[in-house]
């Protein structure tokens, strides 16, 4: 797999003198990692919903006013890890505190959509004590990727006018979880639309590749490097 | 949307990476060309490769993207392809298709992204139509077929005075658009007589025979149509018997004549076509270039000269066939002289 587009990098941006710069790398950083920060929350430390949105949105705010991104030094690991670290510390500070008011209460600094979130997180089996919780992070990590990309992937499809191409996925790709009951093949999917079954494989196909381009674009978001997302995409796509 | 649960991930995560993985013709792999084109479906398969309508994300607009095959044979499709493009560069005109751009996607293949043309081919375009009706409008059918050859009759010239031999006319080969405009595709095998590279390269295949194919070899795959590869190159029934022998330096307009003739002969296939039509197909078909027009306008202008009730140059008219053609293009004041006279004579015997 090749990497064509060689972003400016994110931990150089987090470590901006322009403070315009940083907020918008922060911001960034938050796209990508702010459903698996709230899911950790909920999940490790078992905080209610209300709880968990309010230190979701402030971990990213202090993250921005103290600077802590930009002390990550990547020959230490993946940035992904060290994200990850500064949460369980601010947690458990957090954790002995008592109230929202005592946390500055309804300040608000990202336009999350955590009650679509929250409805993932009540679906998913809460974690045994002992599990690995960088395994917990990074499962959620890879879920908030999947999510943001199929999520653009809707609004691509719809501002190219190929809807069939997102209905496609949608009715095939969409429906192969536990839940979904009965898994769909070409041909239910095809007759569902009125379509032949090769139109719907090129939709699929059509689709499946937007979508890893989408995944990788949510990824390089999250990343402090071009290796590091080379890195990433090897494990996710093998 | 439903939880995403950790089924939906592995199946996605499991997709994306047989995506990363699969064969180039199993799925094609134009995740990151160098330009970027989106690719939105696939509109046509045949020998040489597959054509995609894909978005050019630069200029915001669809375009036919015409990727050549992987496998053995796919250097020299690339080469044909190239060919096809720098010569359609050449040819500006209504009736062929411009091409845009020509490169190579991130995973080799060579690319040519031409303009995204809408209508069906002439063969289905025939097909929809049916066979010919019998009386006046039959005469209407014939006429507006032969007016849409005139178009292609047209093109083709434009391109041989610009000393471009298509060597690949037949009906799947042409393009007919809703408003009836025509458009000549599939320049692949077109030969730029008269160029100096192009003679150094025909003079050396004639010189060496015994790499050419048997001219045999080029009837496997008649009854489909389809162009066939190897030595000789172009599609039996369409191919004119020097192009079939690999006689690639007696190339010429004439060639594309031939095809020309053979689109003729399917234009007016199951009718009774007139005489002169057929005197037409006859001369354009002959076996010996010699006898066939000299250039495509000759042809042309026998065409028009028929849709204008005139005496064509491939047939000589018996005197029957003459008061038939003067009364099929004098009928109107034939038919009120007629009524005058019939007019006078009732006078003149009505008794006062």
Redesign the interface.
């Known amino acids: 797999m090749t990497f064509p587009e060689t972003r400016h990098s994110v931990l150089a941006a987090v470590r901006s003198e322009d403070p315009r710069e940083r907020a918008s790398a922060l911001e960034g950083v938050a796209g990508a990692y702010w459903r698996a920060v709230y899911t950790y929350l909920r999940l490790r430390f078992r905080h209610s919903p209300e709880d968990a949105e309010d230190l979701t949105q402030e971990f990213f705010a202090r993250a921005l006013d103290k600077g802590w991104f930009a002390a990550y030094d990547d020959s230490r690991g993946r940035f992904r890890t060290y994200l990850r670290t500064c949460l369980d510390a601010f947690a458990a500070n957090k954790h002995r505190a008592e109230s929202r008011l005592k946390r500055g209460g309804d300040a608000t600094f990202l336009a999350l959509d955590f009650a679509t979130v929250e409805g993932d997180v009540r679906a998913l089996e809460l974690p045994a004590p002992d599990a690995d919780v960088e395994e917990l992070f990074r499962r959620e990590w890879v879920r908030g990727l999947f999510a943001r990309a199929t999520r653009e992937l809707e609004r691509w499809a719809i501002e190219r006018e190929t809807p069939a191409v997102w209905e496609a996925f949608r009715r095939y790709d969409l429906a192969q979880g536990g839940s979904a009951g009965r898994r769909l093949s070409y041909a239910d999917v095809a007759r569902e639309m009125g379509l032949p079954v090769t139109q719907v494989t090129n939709h699929l196909f059509v689709a499946r590749r937007e979508l890893r381009r989408l995944v990788v674009d949510a990824l390089r978001a999250g990343c402090a490097s071009e290796a590091e997302v080379a890195a990433e995409c090897r494990e996710l796509f093998g | 949307?439903?939880?995403?649960?950790?089924?939906?991930?592995d199946?996605?995560?499991g997709?994306?990476?047989e995506?990363?993985?699969a064969e180039p013709s199993a799925?094609?792999?134009?995740?990151?060309p160098?330009r970027p084109y989106?690719?939105?479906?696939?509109i046509g398969r045949g020998g040489m490769g597959v054509v995609y309508r894909a978005?050019d994300r630069v200029l915001e607009r669809d375009v036919a993207l015409k990727v050549i095959a992987p496998g053995g044979a796919s250097a020299d499709l690339a080469a044909r392809l190239g060919r096809e493009a720098r010569i359609l560069a050449q040819l500006e005109h209504p009736g062929i298709v411009p091409v845009h751009d020509v490169g190579v996607l991130?995973d080799g293949r060579a690319y040519a992204a031409m303009k995204l043309v809408r209508g069906e081919p002439l063969s289905s375009w025939l097909a929809a139509r049916g066979a010919e009706r019998p009386g006046r409008a039959g005469e209407r059918e014939l006429a507006e077929r032969l007016r849409l050859l005139l178009k292609v009759l047209e093109t083709v010239a434009f391109a041989h005075a610009r000393g471009v031999v298509h060597c690949d006319l037949k009906p799947g080969n042409i393009m007919v658009g809703s408003f009836g405009e025509v458009l000549v595709l599939d320049w692949g095998l077109a030969r730029h007589h008269g160029s100096p590279a192009e003679a150094a390269e025909a003079a050396a295949e004639s010189t060496a025979p015994a790499e050419r194919a048997p001219a045999g070899a080029a009837g496997v795959r008649h009854a489909t149509g389809a162009t066939v590869s190897g030595a000789v190159l172009g599609t039996p029934g369409y191919m004119a018997p020097e192009q079939e022998r690999g006689e690639r330096t007696a190339l010429d307009g004439r060639t594309d004549v031939f095809a020309l003739g053979a689109i003729l002969g399917e234009l007016t296939a199951g009718a009774a076509p007139p005489a002169a039509v057929l005197s037409i197909a006859r001369r354009a078909q002959a076996l010996l270039p010699a006898e066939r027009y000299p250039n495509v306008e000759a042809m042309a202008a026998d065409v028009a000269r028929f849709l204008a009730r005139q005496p064509v140059s491939a047939h000589r008219e018996r005197p029957g066939e003459v008061l038939r053609r003067w009364y099929a293009r004098y009928e109107a004041p034939i038919l009120l002289v007629v009524a005058y006279l019939l007019l006078r004579i009732l006078f003149w015997v009505w008794p006062r």
Do not use: I, K, W
């Not at chain 2, 995403?4 to 991930?9: I, V």
């Open positions: 949307m439903s939880p995403f649960d950790d089924a939906t991930l199946h996605l995560r997709v994306l990476r995506l990363s993985t799925a094609p792999s134009l995740a990151f160098l989106e690719l939105l479906e696939e978005r991130a």
